[in-house]
């Protein structure tokens, strides 16, 4: 399987014999709720959009999840699986196949990829969007992704999985307001479902920059190394995988040299 980060929470990830675009923000700026002047991001490097997408995955309604005028620019008959917030946004935009998971539901392509949608970001006391658990029902290959660092307790019953796509570096307001969630939020995945790989996705740099009131407020707490070494002093063996922007990896796990 392949994996390539393309920067905030945006992935193409090669799983389950389809090309899944994840939470995809790749042209114009961030903007939230219409409000440039409270906090946007532009990206300091060009991305295409990715060819031969297969399925479109939305976890949250939110603009850096589903993000309207990258969307707008996709093909819209490409299936869209989201959560009911964002399935809003592509119905909207005039996508043909947009199914909305409710959390613990689930869909299959072809027999073979599985998704099914967990517990994530609360937006509120009566709102919570999705994180994704994904498996290869051919290979038997399990991903867990959650862009917010919000696992949910039902995550101990899924038993373990072979990757894991979650932050691992913080973002915080000042008066300790978390966004991102890592460190020993991220422990506290890898003591649950014990991957043989954790991927970081959001708040860790890359190549966007964020202007507006709020952005000289956000602050980043924690490192890679740092959470490296809270996986060997539980004794962990989880690997830490960081990729670079649009650097495809691919990933030779113990599972599929096994079979």
Not at 74 to 103: F, G
Not at 126 to 139: H, I, R, T
Not at 167 to 173: A, D, H, N, V, Y
Request: glycine residues 8%; contains cysteine.
């Amino acid at each position: 399987m392949h994996l390539t980060w393309l920067d905030s929470n945006t992935w193409l990830i090669e799983f389950g014999g389809r090309r899944i675009l994840v939470d995809p923000w790749l042209v114009g700026r961030l903007v939230f709720g219409n409000l440039p002047w409270l906090i946007q991001g532009k990206r300091l490097t060009s991305c295409s959009l990715p060819e031969a997408i297969d399925v479109i995955l939305l976890s949250q309604g939110l603009e850096d999840h589903a993000h309207p005028p990258t969307l707008q620019q996709l093909d819209k008959t490409i299936p869209v699986v989201a959560s009911p917030n964002a399935a809003k946004v592509a119905q909207q935009l005039n996508y043909r196949q947009v199914k909305s998971l409710e959390h613990f539901e689930s869909i299959v392509f072809s027999d073979r990829l599985k998704i099914q949608a967990l517990p994530g970001f609360p937006m509120g006391p009566f709102v919570v969007e999705n994180g994704y658990f994904l498996e290869d029902l051919e290979q038997g290959l399990r991903l867990y992704y959650e862009p917010h660092g919000n696992p949910p307790s039902a995550l101990q019953e899924i038993g373990s999985v072979d990757i894991v796509i979650t932050p691992l570096i913080s973002q915080e307001l000042p008066l300790s307001v978390s966004i991102i969630r890592g460190g020993e939020t991220a422990l506290q995945v890898c003591q649950w479902l014990h991957p043989e790989v954790i991927l970081p996705t959001a708040g860790q740099g890359g190549n966007i920059e964020f202007e507006g009131m709020l952005a000289p407020w956000l602050k980043t707490r924690g490192t890679l190394d740092e959470f490296r070494l809270l996986l060997a002093e539980r004794q962990l063996k989880t690997r830490v995988v960081a990729p670079k922007v649009g650097e495809r990896i691919e990933l030779n796990l113990e599972k599929q040299r096994a079979n």
